[in-house]
């Protein structure tokens, strides 16, 4: 007998009378909330939030229905190369009912806080989209403010096609930012690290100290630009930790 329990993550389930088979493949998700009658239905993902410079982005996206919403090469932003991440995107584009972009630069990411800011960009780039979605799937953990129903998927970027798609429009808008700002502050070679703790970065950081964008709430950047730890914040070694698992996955 098929194992059809859903794989989210608690406390949110979806809507009674959908079902989605753990082999039911990227679009399965989708496929069961219009079964349900559940359509539009939108995906949000952000990229950034564990980099110490440079913005924070979020992507949502509404994919149609059918072999037009089937996205050629299609998957997680993270486990795409930059080319295969560019070909996505601009199917993606061509394909989706609706999509947007929400930048939070460096300054609002530390006005807010980083999990503030994360979600503000997500409730952000939904209300942006040019269709209203009926439903809304997010990565990993619920959004309150969505003014719409919706489920937090566990690893949904691996396992729900419209958050893959939203995460590969921010991953990519983004990466390019993160370019851009390379020949603004080329000490810090943004170019390769994207703003993610590496070694050629921290030393850059030692060496220069901060650049105007990157995220003074980090402590590895508060430590090079001569100041104390913000309180409350993780600690050197637990933001350092948690920004290199960031910049692997993505």
């Not at 996206?61 to 037009?68: R, S």
């Not at 090079?224 to 920004?243: D, F, H, I, K, R």
Request: charged content about 25%; some cysteine.
């Amino acid at each position: 007998m098929p194992d059809t329990s859903p794989l989210v993550a608690e406390p949110t389930h979806l809507p009674s009378g959908a079902t989605v088979r753990r082999d039911a493949g990227l679009y399965g998700y989708e496929r069961a909330l219009r079964r349900v009658g559940i359509e539009p239905i939108a995906g949000v993902d952000e990229a950034g939030r564990g980099a110490c410079a440079g913005p924070l982005v979020a992507g949502a996206c509404i994919l149609p229905a059918g072999k037009a919403g089937i996205v050629p090469g299609l998957a997680d932003s993270k486990l795409l190369t930059e080319k295969a991440r560019e070909r996505v995107y601009a199917q993606v584009v061509r394909r989706a009912v609706a999509w947007s972009v929400v930048v939070i630069d460096s300054e609002e990411c530390d006005r807010l806080g980083m999990h503030v800011a994360n979600v503000e960009a997500l409730r952000r780039a939904v209300a942006l989209l040019e269709e209203r979605p009926s439903y809304v799937l997010t990565d990993g953990f619920p959004v309150d403010g969505l003014e719409v129903p919706g489920l937090a998927v566990w690893k949904g970027d691996r396992v729900a096609a419209c958050i893959a798609a939203a995460s590969v429009l921010a991953k990519v808008t983004r990466d390019r930012m993160m370019v851009e700002l390379d020949a603004t502050y080329p000490a810090y070679d943004f170019k390769t690290h994207k703003g993610y703790i590496t070694d050629v970065h921290a030393a850059a950081l030692d060496e220069h100290g901060p650049s105007p964008v990157h995220r003074m709430r980090f402590v590895n950047v508060r430590r090079a630009a001569g100041l104390e730890p913000t309180p409350g914040v993780q600690n050197e070694a637990e933001q350092a930790a948690a920004s290199s698992a960031a910049h692997e996955e993505e």
